[in-house]
């Protein structure tokens, strides 16, 4: 059995998308670099292109997590995994080439496993507390329960975040449980599945984008996954952007 964080024994997990309409290819930029920050969000590495076809010569593959710049994003129109993309035309490291859109995301893949979106904040924009560089806000309540180790079932402890990046969210942490509700404004259909397939499920049979739809249009619920990863996970449409959360139990 697979095994590598507390999180992959998880009795109940359970994920929320929220989502307003289906965002473009260029929504709200999540960094503090401006709307030139994209970057390869695959498992390992990402073919460029010689022409605007995923038939066509490769001149390379280019590693998960390195930024890219957009020339153009008028390329052909094609349907890869069940995701509808564009053949951009990109630049990284002195080569230009075609890379195919639904790859490529304004959120930075995390260097390593997550096993929650709280995880990837803090791989990406570092641990949420105050005296963080990224934060705007924090404010953080504390139930005088969790100080008292007889009483821990009782404890709860709740933060409030705003990140530079527009990322805002709350997270709510108990004796052997958490819930975390994490808002990325702007984020598109794409990027939120890439970045909830990074944080969800069983790394050997991810849920498909198909699933990720019907859950975010249909309210459907994803298959089970194996019993020692993350079992359910789910999404409710309401107005805003997406929101990526978890709430589970031991």
């Known amino acids: ?26 929504p709200t930029d999540p960094s503090a670099k401006g709307s030139e920050a994209y970057y390869v969000f695959t498992k390992t590495s990402l073919n460029l292109r010689a ?23 008028s390329g052909n129109s094609e349907t890869i995994e069940g995701m509808a993309g564009n053949w951009w035309k990109v630049e990284f490291d002195g080569k230009t080439g075609y890379m195919f859109s639904a790859y490529i995301s304004r959120y930075k893949p995390s260097p390593k496993e997550c096993y929650a979106i709280s995880n990837y904040l803090n791989d990406i924009y570092g641990e949420v507390k105050e005296g963080n560089s990224n934060l705007v806000r924090y404010k953080q309540e504390k139930n005088k ?6 009483e821990m079932e009782s404890c709860k ?20 449980w958490m819930n975390e509700e994490i808002y990325f404004p702007g984020i598109a259909d794409t990027e939120g599945y890439l970045l909830l397939r990074d944080c969800c499920g069983d790394k050997e049979k991810p849920f498909t984008y198909q ?3 019907d859950v975010l249009d249909k309210g459907k619920k994803f298959p089970e996954m194996e019993a020692e990863f993350y079992q359910l996970c789910s999404a409710k449409r309401k107005e805003g952007g997406l929101v990526l959360g978890q709430e589970s139990g031991l």
């Open 145 to 150: 329960a969790c100080d008292i180790m007889d």
């Open 1 to 26: 059995m697979k095994i590598q964080s507390a999180f992959a024994i998880l009795l109940v997990s359970t994920f929320f998308i929220v989502c307003k309409d289906k965002t473009s290819d260029s």
């Open 51 to 73: 022409q605007g076809d995923k038939n066509s010569a490769s001149l390379g593959q280019i590693p998960r997590g390195s930024e890219l710049k957009i020339l153009e994003k």
């Open 211 to 213: 699933q990720f739809m």
């Open 157 to 176: 402890a709740t933060e409030d975040f705003e990140l530079k990046s527009g990322v805002t969210g709350k997270l709510t942490f108990g004796h052997e």
